[in-house]
């Protein structure tokens, strides 16, 4: 039914389509600032991998890789802890309470900072050597490096994404000074200590852009008010970064400390697929607990649309790697350019199979069913660890990459078997956690 005017009344199909594309555009747009900092993200990550590897040669970058395996442990548990609950439950709140809870959750990203920083220096101190002054170093960055990963989750959740691009471009170019003070250097320590004095001037920045101090006082309140997500998804968390550390360990046992360097080349070859993939969060989660909010029923389609483009553009993008010139691949990674170059294969499936259970990921932690995303991830990062290692020990470090390729595709089948229950529990019981 029409008014005289010949327009539809509120509440048609006619009158709801204009909100519907609005609602389009705006999600179109929060997303593509997810993918603008992903890129900057991805591009400094790039080029520290890269000059480390050209500047130091394939054994001191597999001491960086040890270094840096390190930290996506650390990272994890940060996240877990502070950012994760605060995505899940401050995403679209009124100012008043985001400012709140951001507080409490860039204090709780500093003080694990802090606490697994000394942690840091005190193994480096015993170990010695490369690799000890390597963990010295990591320990001395890790306030700065955590801070920084937590401005960029706070801007998320309040929908402001053109923040934490900014953010990781004031990184971006804070990195480059840094970077070419370290090559005259010379060594890992060097390295480490650029990239995280790079990384404390962001996470200075992000004070200004927010407005906030990070509440360290306010540490214990956020942790008890977000026990009930906050432990499991530190738990799932550090199974999903720890998988990654035993296999770096299980490699430089079977193989030696120089195949961690070789599977960390690869790595930065499909390195704007490795960022997203780790980082999407920043944006998919917050996206999946709007969808949740304003149309539950559409939340599993929306899903299903991010690990499919996902894995199809990291498909295309290997696909690229495979065509590219010998002469390329020397420019890029040096001397670890011919025994990464046969890792692509593996990397890219392992990479699209992971791609595949990342909608699934972000729909689970949307609804806050902690309890099976954490099953979830406990069954694939044990599958990741035990392919990765079990196949180094059958065919080297080719073999941990074949192992670690096939376990992807198996953690993303369980992954969409708890979320299909899940949203079935959801439709049942709305309450259900």
């Not at 395996?69 to 877990?80: E, L, W």
């Not at 609950?85 to 995403?91: A, K, N």
Request: net charge positive.
């Amino acid at each position: 039914m029409t008014t005289d005017s010949g327009t539809a009344p509120p509440g048609t199909a006619t009158g709801a389509a204009p909100a519907w594309r609005t609602a389009t555009r705006a999600v179109a747009g929060r997303l593509s600032w997810g993918l603008a900092d992903q890129a900057a993200c991805s591009l400094s990550n790039f080029a520290v991998g890269i000059y480390v590897a050209r500047s130091l040669g394939l054994a001191a970058f597999g001491v960086f890789s040890l270094a840096w395996a390190t930290y996506g442990v650390v990272i994890n548990v940060s996240r877990g802890l502070a950012t994760d609950p605060l995505m899940v439950r401050f995403s679209g709140v009124p100012v008043a309470s985001w400012r709140g809870a951001v507080a409490k959750a860039t204090g709780t990203a500093l003080g694990v900072g802090a606490a697994l920083g000394t942690a840091c220096l005190v193994l480096g101190l015993g170990v010695g050597g490369q690799v000890g002054s390597a963990y010295v170093s990591l320990g001395v960055i890790l306030p700065g490096l955590l801070l920084q990963d937590a401005w960029r989750f706070s801007f998320f959740a309040a929908g402001t994404g053109r923040k934490a691009f900014a953010n990781d471009v004031v990184w971006g170019v804070a990195l480059i000074p840094a970077m070419v003070v370290a090559a005259r250097v010379g060594s890992v320590a060097a390295f480490l200590l650029a990239w995280g004095a790079s990384a404390a001037v962001a996470a200075g920045y992000g004070c200004l852009q927010s407005g906030l101090r990070p509440q360290v006082t306010g540490v214990r309140g956020w942790l008890r008010e977000q026990r009930d997500l906050g432990y499991r998804y530190l738990v799932e968390n550090v199974s999903l970064s720890g998988a990654y550390q035993l296999r770096a360990s299980g490699l430089t046992a079977l193989v030696g400390v120089s195949a961690v360097g070789v599977v960390r080349g690869v790595e930065l070859l499909l390195g704007p697929f490795y960022a997203v993939l780790t980082g999407l969060s920043l944006v998919t989660v917050a996206e999946a607990a709007r969808v949740l909010r304003r149309a539950p029923h559409r939340l599993g389609q929306f899903c299903l649309l991010l690990s499919v483009g996902q894995a199809v553009a990291a498909l295309l993008w290997g696909g690229a790697l495979l065509l590219m010139p010998d002469r390329v691949g020397h420019l890029l990674l040096g001397g670890v350019w011919h025994s990464s170059e046969q890792l692509i294969v593996p990397a890219t499936l392992s990479v699209a199979g992971a791609s595949l259970g990342i909608g699934a990921t972000a729909g689970l932690r949307a609804l806050g069913v902690a309890r099976r995303s954490l099953r979830g991830q406990l069954f694939a990062s044990a599958c990741y660890a035990g392919g990765g290692i079990g196949g180094a020990a059958v065919a080297g470090t080719v073999g941990s990459a074949w192992g670690a390729a096939a376990a992807t595709f198996s953690g993303s089948v369980v992954w969409w078997l708890q979320l299909r229950t899940a949203l079935r529990e959801h439709q049942e019981n709305p309450s259900v956690k």
